[in-house]
């Protein structure tokens, strides 16, 4: 079995996770989904890492989401609920993970890449990168739970644009509306200095900023909207819509 997961330790105390299968532009597999969980649960109690880094294998995506053609057999809404809630949970261990993460978008970021992102606590994105929360083109809405993550990350008009146009967007103007925290040009390592700026910091001291943060979010009930917003789409999965929708996407070239 491929291995779908790249994970790198670097000495200056950040694990970086690369998510690995660039011929589908690194879509979101049950496999992909059962290592990311492993290797949270492992990187939360490793005292070498400070923080995580998440980005793409290759150079053309950081992650296009779920895997359609793997999911495309799901057809009624609780087949749909047991696999958006599976990567739900993961989405939410990722946003509550007890270090800072950060989401280097290093290609496009669609659909489920870019709730992936959200769920981290800072998204750098390489110059002219696209990106765009496009679930409504497929007759659903967002599936794991990012939505409810990105109305507490940026203003809620800018979020809800985001959501109901379902549209493609550079990095710059994802930018503009605060969702990615810096753009990298092209050719640099200009994401270095961002995290080397935290890293000068004591673990302790990263990490209690970040339990503040999670502090606020659980006593606001995050978990129960991200299992509300995953139920609404599990509804939605089992429209005629979504299903002609993925047909399409999936026939495209043939
Ligand atoms: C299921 C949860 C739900 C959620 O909660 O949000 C979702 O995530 S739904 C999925 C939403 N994602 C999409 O709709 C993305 C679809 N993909 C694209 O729009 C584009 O592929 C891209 C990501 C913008 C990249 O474009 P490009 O670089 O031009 O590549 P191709 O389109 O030619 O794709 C190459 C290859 O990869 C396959 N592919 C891409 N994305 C997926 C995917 N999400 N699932 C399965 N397969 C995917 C694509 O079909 C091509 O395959 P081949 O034709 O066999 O080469």
């Known amino acids: 079995m491929n291995q779908v997961l790249i994970v790198e330790k670097d000495v200056r105390g950040y694990m970086k996770i690369l998510f690995n299968r660039p011929e589908k532009r690194n879509a ?5 989904m059962d290592e990311l969980e492993a290797v949270l649960s492992k990187a939360a109690s490793d005292d070498e890492v400070k923080m995580l880094i998440l980005t793409g294998a290759g150079s053309q995506a950081f992650c296009s989401g779920g895997d359609l053609s793997e999911f495309h057999d799901l057809y009624t809404e609780e087949e749909a609920f047991t696999m958006l809630s599976k990567m739900g ?3 939410y261990t990722l946003a509550v993970f007890p270090k800072p993460t950060l989401a280097l978008l290093n290609g ?8 992936i992102a959200t769920a981290c606590d800072f998204r750098l994105a390489k110059s002219g990168v ?11 809405t967002t599936g794991w739970g990012g939505a409810s993550l990105l109305l507490e990350k940026i203003p809620e008009q800018k979020a809800l644009k985001l959501l109901l146009d379902a549209k493609i ?3 710059e ?3 503009e509306f605060g969702f990615v925290d810096k753009i990298i040009e092209e050719d640099t390592n200009g994401w270095e ?10 673990t302790g001291v990263l990490m209690a900023y970040k339990k503040l943060l999670v502090k606020k979010w659980k006593d606001s009930g995050i978990k129960g909207r991200m299992e509300a917003e995953i139920r609404e789409c599990a509804k939605l ?18």
Do not use: M, P
């Not at 496009?108 to 709730?115: K, L, M, N, Y």
């Not at 200095?193 to 004591?202: A, P, Q, W, Y």
């Not at 999965?237 to 043939?254: E, G, I, M, P, Q």
């Open 173 to 175: 103007e994802a930018r």
């Open 130 to 140: 696209k990106l765009g929360f496009v679930q409504g083109t497929l007759g659903i």
């Open 237 to 254: 999965w089992a429209t005629d819509a979504h299903h002609a929708a993925v047909d399409r996407f999936l026939n495209k070239k043939k």
């Open 193 to 202: 200095e961002f995290v080397e700026d935290l890293l000068r910091h004591e």
């Open 169 to 171: 967007h550079k990095a």
């Open 28 to 32: 979101v597999n049950y496999q992909l």
């Open 108 to 115: 496009s970021a669609v659909g489920g890449g870019c709730e």
């Open 89 to 91: 949970k993961i989405l």
